[in-house]
Nanobody, 119 residues
């Protein structure tokens, strides 16, 4: 089994920055795509950004130009650098990763980390 361990959340003032990290551990075959999702109270969980193993990225329009997703394949770790944070970014952020086994593709979720942006 694969576990995703998140860190880096916290409280920050509007305009500030945070960097989230998510490391995949356990019985990994090959980590493929990785991404960050977030869920604010009363809202649907939404994709924030994803990155393929080869480094291709995609961002939600709401974070484009402010957030940067990156990864270190050797460490099976994905990062989300969040700059110019806004109160609207307040949410629980979840890491997601796809593991490619010999006969199956499995998706895993992190435990979530709270990001709170004060105005």
């Amino acid at each position: 089994q694969v576990q995703l361990v998140e860190s880096g959340g916290g409280l920050v003032q509007a305009g500030g920055s945070l960097r989230l990290s998510c490391a995949a551990t356990g019985s990994i075959f090959r980590i493929n795509d990785m991404g960050w999702y977030r869920q604010a109270p009363g809202k649907q969980r939404e994709l924030v950004a994803f990155i393929t193993r080869g480094g291709t990225t995609n961002y939600a329009d709401s974070v484009k130009g402010r957030f940067t997703i990156s990864r270190d394949n050797a460490k099976n770790t994905v990062y989300l650098q969040m700059n110019s944070l806004k109160p609207e970014d307040t949410a629980v952020y979840y890491c997601n990763a796809e593991d490619l086994g010999p006969a199956a593709r499995s998706r895993y979720w992190g435990q979530g980390t709270q990001v709170t942006v004060s105005s």
